[in-house]
């Protein structure tokens, strides 16, 4: 069972225009969000990460945004560009892990952003 | 700085062999983690390493094992293979402390069983 959900499995948006990953979580437990991308034959980046105590972070073109009362999570490129083209991974870090680093991550979401 | 380095890149084995893949963290990062990636489940958390024991497992089988070295390099096992261990397999590192949640994952080994 997904405690994680990219329910979207592909994105295609055109250059310059606003991308809009979205995120859904099931278990109210998890602290920390992160946002991963991952190019092919490579592992993932971290891009950006939220704090369950806050609702908004913003790195750049880069801005999560946290709605706890629906479990959901999104993250908005804005302007979208043609590096951005990559999967996207939702990550979610239980409460009470410490130093753990268990991250329990959605599906992903392959996202195109075309010329 | 170097990143994260796992080896091999590739690797093909027959079912019920047993397979060693290798992570060297970042220097100065102590806990070393590995995760499972299929297209059909995602990335699966397999087992975190920190000085030399391992903090938390996944829901793996005993099949899959690890261990990590006092120079914070890391192995995993996965013994008498199947045809669905086949995947990708990602290590990633991050430094000690709460508060940083980032891991750097190194590019994967990427196993087929055949």
């Known amino acids: 069972d997904q405690q994680v959900k990219q329910n979207s499995p592909s994105l295609s948006v055109q250059e310059g225009r606003i991308s809009i990953l979205n995120c859904d979580y099931t278990n109210s437990m998890f602290d920390y969000f992160l946002w991963y991308k991952k190019y092919p034959a490579e592992g993932p980046t971290f891009l950006i990460s939220i704090s369950s105590i806050k609702d908004k972070n913003e790195d750049g073109r880069f801005t999560v945004f946290l709605n706890k009362s629906a479990k959901h999570l999104s993250l908005h490129i804005v302007p979208s560009q043609p590096g951005d083209s990559a999967v996207y991974f939702c990550a979610a870090r239980p409460f009470n892990a410490g130093n753990n680093r268990k991250l329990i991550w959605g599906l992903g979401t392959s996202l195109a952003v075309n010329p | 700085k170097a990143g994260v380095t796992q080896t091999p890149r590739y690797l093909i084995k027959t079912r019920g062999q047993q397979v060693t893949l290798s992570c060297s963290p970042i220097s100065g990062h102590r806990s070393v983690s590995w995760y499972q990636q299929t297209p059909g489940q995602g990335l699966q958390f397999l087992f975190e390493y920190f000085s030399e024991t391992q903090r938390n497992k996944g829901n793996f089988p005993g099949r899959f094992s690890g261990r990590q070295f006092s120079n914070s390099r890391s192995e995993m096992n996965v013994s008498t293979l199947e045809l669905g261990d086949s995947a990708l397999y990602l290590c990633?590192?991050?430094?000690?402390?709460?508060?940083?949640?980032?891991?750097?994952f190194g590019q994967g080994t990427r196993l087929t069983v055949v």
């Open positions: 990633a590192s991050s430094p000690a402390g709460t508060a940083n949640t980032e891991a750097f």
